[in-house]
Each structure stands twice: as C-alpha cells, then as structure tokens.
C-alpha cells in the first residue's frame, strides 16, 4: 500500500464497534437469507445460501470473533466477500457506509480491539473525532485450516448437485 493511498472501505457494524472491509473485497451485501444448516462445521459457520445460483457458505462474524451472538434484526446483512478465489458470507449487525479512508490514517493494531484478537485486524484508522474504523484482515478471519473445511465442504456440496 502506498502512502497516502485512499482506500474505499465498506462499513459495517457488531455491535457498538465499527469495521471496515476494502471495497474491493466485496462482492455484494444481502440482506438474511434462508441459510441452510451444515452438519460437522465450527458454530460460527452458520450454514450455506444460495445467492443466485451459487451455494455460499456463511459465517457469523461475531461467534468467530468470540462475541456473544445476537439475534437478527432488520439491520442485519451478510457480506459476502472474495478472498483467494473464495467467496463467504459474513453475519454482521449492520452495514452502514463506504468511507474513502486515508492509508496513512491505519496504525497497527492494538493486542486486542473489543476482544478480538490483533490476528484478524489489519488495523484502526482513525477517522476525526473520536471515531475509529477497525479494519479486518480477512485473510486471517478466514484463516487457512477453516478455508480449507469450508473448500473440503464446497467440493462436497458441488458433488451432490
């Protein structure tokens, strides 16, 4: 990353935190859908979608990050973004914005940020006043051994259809 690049974030929120995910990385927001559940997956995953076609595995971004799971609003959205080829959908409590964010604004992240891990933040921008955007890794919140249960589930899947 350059310095002083901007970057698009989306916005969105578990529970009175804010987070943010490169644009660039999304592919849609949904609102809930139907989620199917899947037998003999961690219970963040909470199952798989169909969104047009494509069979979606969907996890709930607070129970991976160890956060008390809430129920469904109206608020509620599933992000689906691409990471390495992959496509997951996200829980989250809300998705709020696209901010353009300055690079140079990201500081490392601390230990820990609202009790998730410094693993799955790429950082905190600060955004003026007090408002902070922390930003996810989402390479690391869809880390390598759970990647590869949710390929492991997709070729499954791909071969009952």
Not at 14 to 19: I, M, V
Not at 35 to 42: A, C, D, L, S, Y
Not at 129 to 150: A, F, P, S, T, Y
Not at 154 to 159: D, K, L, T, V
Request: charged share 30%; proline share 5%.
């Amino acid at each position: 990353m350059q310095m002083g690049e901007e970057l698009k974030v989306i916005v969105f929120a578990l529970g009175s935190e804010e987070y943010g995910v490169e644009v660039d990385k999304v592919k849609t927001i949904e609102r809930m859908l139907p989620i199917t559940r899947v037998p003999k997956t961690p219970p963040f995953i909470k199952g798989v979608v169909n969104l047009r076609g494509v069979v979606t595995p969907v996890m709930d971004l607070r129970g991976r990050f160890g956060l008390p799971e809430t129920e469904y609003t109206d608020q509620t959205r599933i992000i689906i973004v691409s990471v390495k080829d992959m496509e997951v959908g996200m829980i989250v409590d809300a998705a709020n914005d696209v901010l353009d964010v300055d690079s140079d604004h990201i500081e490392d992240p601390p230990e820990v940020v609202g009790g998730i891990k410094a693993k799955y933040l790429r950082g905190v921008a600060k955004l003026g006043g007090d408002r902070l955007l922390v930003m996810l890794n989402l390479e690391e919140v869809l880390n390598k051994q759970e990647i590869i249960q949710l390929e492991e589930f997709e070729e499954a899947q791909s071969g009952n259809a």
